[in-house]
C-alpha cells in the first residue's frame, strides 16, 4: 500500500500563506482521486479540497473558496495544497487522503478515502 507522508504546516499568522505538501512513499497515486481533509480540535473531520486524477477536476469546501488551490504532480508523486489568506478557523490537522479512480465522478464520497497519512498541524492564530 502506498504511504502518504505529509508536511508543510506550521504556526503563521492571519493574513499568511502555507503551502502543504502530500508525497507518496513506495508506490503512486497516478490513478486516484486525491484529498485533503482537515480535522480542529472538537469538530468532525472536513473535506477541504479534492483533485481528480489528471488534474482536470477540483473541489474546495465554501470556506475556504478561491483562498486554497489544490494540485498534483504525478511524476513527482506529490499532491498540494497551497492556502492563502489563512484565517484563524484555519487552525486544524491537515490529512491528506487517496481516494478511487472515479471518487470525483461520485460526488466525492469520503467513503471512497482509505487511504490516510498521518496529518501535519496548521496554527494560524496573531
Known amino acids: 500500500q502506498v504511504h502518504l507522508v505529509e508536511s508543510g504546516g506550521g504556526l503563521v499568522q492571519p493574513g499568511d500563506s502555507l503551502k502543504l505538501s502530500c508525497v507518496a512513499i513506495?508506490?503512486?497515486?497516478?490513478?486516484?482521486?486525491m484529498g485533503w481533509f482537515r480535522q480542529a480540535p472538537g469538530k468532525e473531520r472536513e473535506f477541504v479540497a479534492g483533485i481528480s486524477w489528471g488534474g482536470g477536476n477540483t473541489y474546495y469546501l465554501d470556506s475556504v473558496g478561491s483562498r486554497f488551490t489544490i494540485s498534483r504532480n504525478d511524476a513527482q508523486k506529490t499532491v498540494y495544497l497551497q492556502m492563502n489568506s489563512l484565517k484563524p478557523e484555519d487552525t486544524a490537522l491537515y490529512f491528506c487522503?487517496?481516494?478511487?479512480?472515479?471518487?470525483?465522478?461520485?460526488?466525492?464520497?469520503?467513503?471512497?478515502?482509505?487511504?490516510w497519512g498521518q496529518g501535519t498541524q496548521v496554527t494560524v492564530s496573531s
Open positions: 487522503a487517496e481516494g478511487r479512480l472515479g471518487t470525483y465522478a461520485r460526488g466525492w464520497p469520503h467513503s471512497d478515502f482509505t487511504n
Open positions: 513506495g508506490g503512486t497515486f497516478s490513478y486516484s482521486d
